[in-house]
């Protein structure tokens, strides 16, 4: 499934107001500077064995032609690279033409760029040619990387002259404050492991807004940010950075009032010609939820009517039956896979979402619309377990399909009682006829767990599954993985994954709002 939506003469509808607010709460960056830690050649160029060699002999270490070095700096990081070459041998004759390579992990170092057939453009993959044309050289590159590994390969020299690589460093860049967290110290080691390579992960993701990724795509997600948002709450608390972006979704919508899926941030805001169905009802959820952390009324009072006609629009998709019509299920997102049927998620998702619009209307003490919204959940409850609840299977059914991702948004949506829940949850994972794609499917996973007090079976997944990652490399949490398929992608090529991805940040919300305190209602 590609997500591709362009729509002609798309004009989004702008609000000054908010969006002059949003540009006075940008976040101040803050910058660190690192060294590797590390540096090894891979035997050939993309092949995944190495030598080893210590850090000590860089300065020495001189590349011929069709050499590659490979820097290790230790940890996954974000910012701006700066290199100082030079030469040993005769006087350089020729420029030195290098092949920079970034990579979040250490499997994409020997990956070769030229394999990549997929739908997204492959100018996200971070590599460049560099040509030095005189010797010794400072080159500071000027874009941002997001990456663990740097692989230098010599592309040409001389017969006349090697390179050496001096020194490498790499000014960090993030508005994450680590001076507002401290590391878990929960007696068990493994998920205090997964709770801070999920807050490196969303420290990572937090830039002038909330980045879905900040090796791809650098942009501002709706279903994104209420992860990153919820496990902001619990770490690094910069309630600003949040109300930001929902303002910047607020002021840049669709020509209809809709809520785009992306908000591009620069040169100006604009709203993403996408429109995904869950990711504009994740507005309402996100506001309500910033509203308990911080009871912000300014907040509120402009983007109530926002999130309501989020809410308006949706029920406008309802059929006869009480189902969503088709476009409303086609317009869904849930999870990249593409066999999924939606019905069932969709119609979870709005559910889900009505619980949250109806908190704001009591905040705002709007009483003739909230009892409207009740009543319109009460009716979408009924039609949901009349369409897609199998007595005699005791599990949900969308369209004859099942599914993890049905049981788990009809769980979180309450739509039946505690017992047959936790019946439908424990059958899950092994009745579903479509894998899980993403983290962010598993994050509801684990939520719809909680939620039908599988607190033994939510522990065990979240270990499993994004311990899993650490197991097999990851300094951040990934955008796709799946143990028994590690190549996956949405994609066509994991060369064009994400390895730092906000919709993978949430355990520490999960370990310190659910695992470490008794659990309270979501
Ligand atoms: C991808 C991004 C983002 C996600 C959308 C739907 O392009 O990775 O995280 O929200 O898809």
Redesign the pocket.
């Known amino acids: 499934m590609a997500?591709i939506s362009i729509i002609k003469d798309f004009h989004p509808l702008g609000n000054a107001k908010l969006l002059d607010r949003a540009a006075q709460l940008r976040p101040a960056l803050r910058h660190g500077v690192r060294e590797p830690i590390g540096g090894f050649k891979l035997k050939e160029r993309y092949s995944a064995e190495e030598d080893e060699i210590v850090l000590r002999q860089l300065p020495h270490l001189s590349l011929g032609k069709g050499e590659n070095l490979c820097l290790d700096f230790g940890t996954h990081m974000v910012g701006y690279i700066t290199l100082e070459l030079s030469y040993s041998g005769s006087h350089p004759d020729a420029p030195a033409y290098l092949k920079l390579k970034f990579a979040e992990n250490r499997m994409e170092l020997s990956e070769n760029s030229q394999d990549y057939n997929g739908w997204l453009s492959r100018s996200w993959i971070q590599e460049e040619y560099v040509h030095a044309d005189l010797l010794p050289a400072r080159i500071v590159l000027p874009r941002r990387y997001a990456f663990r590994y740097l692989k230098i390969t010599m592309m040409d020299t001389s017969p006349k002259y090697k390179l050496i690589v001096k020194h490498a460093e790499c000014m960090t860049e993030s508005s994450a404050d680590w001076s507002c967290v401290t590391a878990l110290d929960s007696g068990d080691h493994e998920l205090d492991r997964i709770h801070a390579a999920s807050l490196r992960t969303l420290a990572n993701c937090m830039q002038d807004v909330f980045e879905?990724?900040p090796k791809r795509?650098r942009r501002l997600?709706m279903?994104?940010l209420r992860l990153q948002a919820l496990t902001n709450y619990v770490s690094f608390k910069n309630l600003d950075l949040v109300k930001r972006c929902l303002y910047l979704f607020g002021g840049s919508r669709f020509p209809d009032g809709r809520v785009s899926?992306a908000v591009f941030t620069a040169p100006d805001v604009q709203a993403d010609d996408t429109f995904?169905f869950d990711y504009a009802l994740m507005f309402v959820v996100a506001l309500e939820e910033y509203l308990q952390e911080t009871d912000d009324q300014e907040t509120l009072d402009d983007l109530y009517d926002i999130a309501m006609q989020q809410v308006e629009y949706a029920l406008r998709q309802i059929q006869d039956d009480g189902t969503l019509n088709e476009q409303a299920v086609k317009d869904s997102?849930i999870d990249w896979c593409d066999e999924l049927d939606r019905s069932a998620c969709a119609q979870g998702v709005l559910i889900f979402a009505l619980r949250y619009a109806r908190r704001l209307a009591r905040r705002r003490n709007d009483w003739s619309q909230g009892s409207f919204l009740m009543q319109q959940q009460d009716a979408l409850r009924r039609a949901a377990v009349r369409h897609f609840w199998d007595e005699t299977r005791q599990l949900f059914v969308s369209n004859g399909q099942v599914s993890a991702a049905s049981q788990i948004w009809m769980v979180l949506a309450d739509v039946i009682e505690p017992e047959k829940a936790k019946k439908a949850m424990e059958q899950a994972l092994c009745a579903t006829e479509v894998p899980i794609g993403t983290p962010y499917l598993h994050h509801y996973y684990v939520m719809a767990l909680l939620r039908v007090r599988m607190r033994t079976e939510a522990v065990s997944h979240l270990k499993n599954y994004w311990g899993g990652m650490l197991d097999a490399g990851a300094d951040t949490f990934w955008?796709c993985w799946d143990g028994k398929d590690p190549g996956f992608s949405p994609y066509g090529g994991s060369v064009v994954n994400?390895y730092c991805?906000?919709?993978s940040c949430t355990p520490a919300y999960i370990i310190e709002r659910y695992l470490l305190k008794e659990a309270s209602d979501e």
């Open positions: 997500l879905d990724g795509d997600w279903g994104d899926a995904l997102f955008e994400s991805h906000a919709w």
